[in-house]
């Protein structure tokens, strides 16, 4: 059971990334039931929520990353993803995803997104 992250790198302010975080094991054989989400947590910083994405498809965003960053998810693939567009230095931190449901609160190991000024 497991939420592999990936997608992470060293971009320059104004660059793109997109995360992805893929989703595997029993637990999630029906991946849609699940709401997803990014948080990230920076050095000497509290872990902070980033953006979900609910199983009926609804999204929210911290205000920082709003109209910057876009969250999507494909049950399909049972992934959900993570578009940032017009980065800034103050993005630099670890990206985690999560999934959570009933009875399930499911972290992944986290990838380092770095932002160059």
């Known amino acids: 059971v497991q939420l592999q992250a990936s997608g992470g790198g060293l971009v320059q302010a104004g660059g793109s990334l997109r995360l992805s975080c893929a989703a595997s094991g029993s637990i999630f054989s029906i991946f849609s039931t699940y709401n997803m989400g990014w948080y990230r947590q920076a050095p000497r910083n509290p872990r902070e929520l980033v953006a979900t994405v609910t199983s009926a498809g609804t999204t929210n965003y911290a205000d920082s990353v709003k109209g910057r960053f876009t969250i999507s998810r494909d049950n399909s693939r049972k992934t959900v993803y993570l578009q940032m567009n017009s980065l800034k230095p103050e993005d630099t931190a670890v990206y985690y995803c999560?999934?959570?449901?009933?009875?399930?609160?499911?972290w992944g190991q986290g990838t380092q997104v770095t932002v160059s000024s």
């Open positions: 999560n999934a959570i449901r009933f009875g399930y609160d499911v």
